[in-house]
T-cell receptor
Framework: DQQVKQNSPSLSVQEGRISILNCDYT??????FLWYKKYPAEGPTFLIS?????DKNEDGRFTVFLNKSAKHLSLHIVPSQPGDSAVYFC?????????FGTGTSLTVIP | DVKVTQSSRYLVKRTGEKVFLECVQDMDHENMFWYRQDPGLGLRLIYFSYDVKMKEKGDIPEGYSVSREKKERFSLILESASTNQTSMYLCASSFVDTYNEQFFGPGTRLTVL
């Protein structure tokens, strides 16, 4: 059973606009939530994380928001750039392992 | 730069063969992981290791075993490959203290015929 779900398989956004990637989870025991980015033919790379005791974490153009009551997190990319085109995975940290979502493929249109 | 290398990018094997997937990291990481990635299922953890000769089962260990004889090397073994083990296999490593930041290799696309 998927503990982390990304219900949008794909998303297209114009360059310069905001990209919002969403993620829902079922396990309220997750300590941390993470976002990884994956380009074709490469392994995923760590992007940003957020502790379960916070509701926002920002790193440059990337901001992650956590809504614990809704069991929902989102990744905002502002402004979006063509180089951001990739598959984005969210994950929950279950203590000794990550539970990944199925990924959202983001395309940023120049 | 951290480098995680995997022995093959593409591998084709026959049902029943024994398959070895090798992973090497060069950053002295304590933790190493094996995942498989399948469409519609995301990345799922098969096994991980937090030290030499130590191993822990992940979500889907059935049909797999692992070996970690040296800190930098973590091997995934398919004792008798089956068609449902056709998948992309990803190795990752991390420090214990920065466990959230895992560094992934490029993956091995295994096809079992």
């Amino acid at each position: 059973d998927q503990q982390v779900k990304q219900n949008s398989p794909s998303l297209s956004v114009q360059e310069g606009r905001i990209s919002i990637l969403n993620c829902d989870y079922t396990n309220s025991m997750f300590d941390y939530f993470l976002w990884y980015k994956k380009y074709p033919a490469e392994g995923p790379t760590f992007l940003i994380s957020i502790s379960s005791i916070k509701d926002k974490n920002e790193d440059g153009r990337f901001t992650v928001f956590l809504n614990k009551s809704a069991k929902h997190l989102s990744l905002h990319i502002v402004p979006s750039q063509p180089g951001d085109s990739a598959v984005y995975f969210c994950a929950g940290d279950g203590g000794n392992q990550f539970y990944f979502g199925t990924g959202t493929s983001l395309t940023v249109i120049p | 730069d951290v480098k995680v290398t995997q022995s093959s990018r593409y591998l084709v094997k026959r049902t029943g063969e024994k398959v070895f997937l090798e992973c090497v990291q060069d950053m002295d990481h304590e933790n190493m992981f094996w995942y498989r990635q399948d469409p519609g299922l995301g990345l799922r953890l098969i096994y991980f290791s937090y030290d030499v000769k130590m191993k822990e089962k992940g979500d889907i260990p059935e049909g797999y075993s692992v070996s970690r004889e040296k800190k930098e090397r973590f091997s995934l073994i398919l004792e008798s490959a089956s068609t449902n083990q056709t998948s992309m296999y990803l190795c990752a490593s991390s420090f214990v203290d920065t466990y959230n930041e895992q560094f992934f290799g490029p993956g091995t696309r295994l096809t079992v015929l």
